[in-house]
């Protein structure tokens, strides 16, 4: 299979992206894949939730300045086919420094291809921050497609809406031709809830099969796991949360075997005058006049 670079985007803070970033890097390395997960937030949640430090020189963010290979800044994680670019600090200050820089949008592209023209990874994933700043639109111009958390809340369409817009922005300006949305996950879902209900209900109804159906409850094992470095998977194996995330491993991989099948999948040929089926019987009482 090819290599799929996914980013996991939401403007909204707190909706659970970083949370989907490390459990499904970690379910898809547990079916082994091999994976690379890029904290591109200050925040460096994805890194310490691993159980690495963010440490000064860590991050993409020198890549990001045109200096250095971002190839030097993998590291393996406890688990065997889970390798992280962490985050640091420093990376707040990359906003401002980027912004002043020729090509600013595709930095971190320009970083990341020498990455994957080199070292063989199945998935990509990029944890973004919370804005939409120019981290998150470096970010959406590197990648292939967009895994939206969302959290069922009043507001969340509204949220969903603003994402939305900005994909098909980046696409349409010609910075990312092709980025397309991967999915959207419903987080800390909790279906005893009307509202749950009812904003699952509308977001189905505006993005269908775009939507898993693998749906990630509200867990508190997931919420505990980050303090102590660790997955879902490695802190609570039978948690509800674990089954979750796996789910959603294991429904993101069978959609890209489908993908990749009906890529491969050669054009139906046209049948020749000569093996073409009979036509049926013409009924007279049908035709038109003359
Ligand atoms: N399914 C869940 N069940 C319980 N708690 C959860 C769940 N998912 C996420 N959380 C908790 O909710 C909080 C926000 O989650 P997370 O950090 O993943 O969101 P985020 O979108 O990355 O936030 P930010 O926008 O700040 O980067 C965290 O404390 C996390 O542990
Ligand atoms: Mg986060």
Known sequence: MPCHIIALANQKGGVGKTTTAINLAACLAERRQRVLLIDLDPQANSTSGLGLQPSPGCSVYE???GHGKLADKVQPTAMEHLFLIPSEVDLAGA???IARLDRYLHRFKEA?????ATT???VVLVDCPPSLGILTMNALTAVQSVIIPLQCEYY?????SVITRLISQIRDSGANPTLDIEGIVLTMYDGRTNLAQQVVEEVRKHFGDKVYHAAIPRNIRISEAPSHGKPIILYDEKSSGAEAYRALAKEFLKQKKEEA???TLPEPVPSSPASAPPSPPVDASTCPPG
């Open 120 to 122: 063989t990874f199945d």
């Open 261 to 263: 099948i009906s890529v």
């Open 63 to 65: 890549a990001l300045l």
């Open 156 to 160: 969340a369409l509204e949220g969903l």
């Open 112 to 116: 990341l291809d020498p990455l994957l």
């Open 95 to 97: 906003e401002v420094d």
